[in-house]
């Protein structure tokens, strides 16, 4: 499967219209080697439909909008996932290992469904507008903040 068909597979299966991504794209900001430029949306759509090859330095940028890993628009087999494991396993820094525990090994069977329901919110968040993103981030941070003070 080619990239792009990748790309649009994601696309159907986050009810992401090729004009959102187009929009949630140049949010990103991204520029194109060549021009400096962000991608028009004649290119993008070019890109979509297979007729232009995607630029290199658009896949991060796709990515972050899919919401996956860049390695995934490239191929998605049992093998090359175990490699792209097996390499995250080995060069993880102990931040990543101690999240990798803490997100794998659910405590409780409360945990299962807090987690079912956060990973609801997270999909629900691509339909929220930035402002409210921004709000919601601040709001968490001072949640945090909170937490940590009365821990100590």
Known sequence: MKVYEKINLYLKDKKITKIEFYKRLLQLDPK??????????????????????IRIELIPYIATVLGVPEQLLFTDSPHSR?????????????????MWHTD???????????????????????????????QLENTLLDYKSLTLKFRQ
């Open 32 to 53: 194109l080697e060549s021009t400096g430029e962000p991608p028009s949306q004649t290119s993008v759509y070019a890109y979509l439909n297979g007729q232009v090859a």
């Open 82 to 98: 175990s490699l792209y494991i097996r390499h995250i396993k080995e060069t993880m820094t102990k931040d990543e290992a101690d």
């Open 104 to 134: 794998s090994e659910p405590a409780s069977t409360q945990d299962i469904g807090d987690h079912e329901r956060l990973r609801h919110i997270y999909d629900m968040l691509q339909f929220a507008p930035q402002m409210f993103i921004r």
